[in-house]
């Protein structure tokens, strides 16, 4: 197979440290902002940007994860699909500016099936969109607020997000 490096690790890093002050512009700060992350890639993310946010900012941001395995339309056998993990987020999300977090944003649907899952739990002021990589390819009038990366793929191709045992970004590999 044919490998090509999009983001190193520290290509990750900037990426990451950008998103965040974007996240602190367009919300003039931390108030009232929280993290919800996709699992897993987007968990970790979302983990990374509250580090990164605490840096730059000094004050923490709660950081929650979502599973949408049993949300997804597309997947026709739900009873055959067990959750890869929890939905954790331990806070209200009533007027909160949500930012929600994966790793790749492809047709789209995983982010409609996160925003329909995260209207359980309250009403959120508004709701962004933060992703490493954007691939192209929506199926659905979705768009990401805050890009790492915009990698226009073909549909054969395949994004490898890559992460440590710790759950630290190593790197991001097209691989066609
Ligand atoms: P979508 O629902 O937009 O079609 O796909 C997005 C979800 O599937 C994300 O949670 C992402 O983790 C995963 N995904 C889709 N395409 C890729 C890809 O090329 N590489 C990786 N690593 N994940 C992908
Ligand atoms: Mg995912």
């Given amino acids: 197979d ?38 897993s890639g987007g968990a970790f993310l979302a983990e990374e940007l509250a580090q990164s946010i605490a840096m730059i900012e000094g004050a923490a941001v709660p950081v929650g994860a979502i599973d949408i395995t049993l949300y997804r339309d597309d997947i026709k056998s739900h009873t055959s699909r067990l959750p890869v993990g929890k939905t954790e987020i331990g806070f209200s999300l009533q007027g909160k500016k949500v930012v929600l977090v994966d790793d790749v944003l492809f047709t789209g649907r995983t982010i409609r099936a996160a925003m329909d899952a995260l209207m359980d739990h309250g009403r959120p002021e508004c709701i962004q969109l933060a992703v490493l990589i954007d691939r192209g390819h929506r199926e659905l009038p979705i768009r ?6 915009n990698v226009p ?14 759950n630290q970004p190593l790197e991001v590999v097209l691989e066609k």
């Fill in 153 to 166: 793929t073909s549909l054969k191709e395949n994004v490898q997000v890559i992460f440590s045992a710790q």
């Fill in 2 to 39: 044919n490998l090509t490096v999009l983001l190193d690790e520290s290509g990750i890093k900037r990426a990451l440290t950008r998103i965040s002050h974007e996240i602190l512009e367009r919300n003039k700060g931390v108030q009232d902002v929280v993290l919800i992350g996709i699992r």
């Fill in 144 to 149: 990401a607020d805050f890009v790492g990366r």
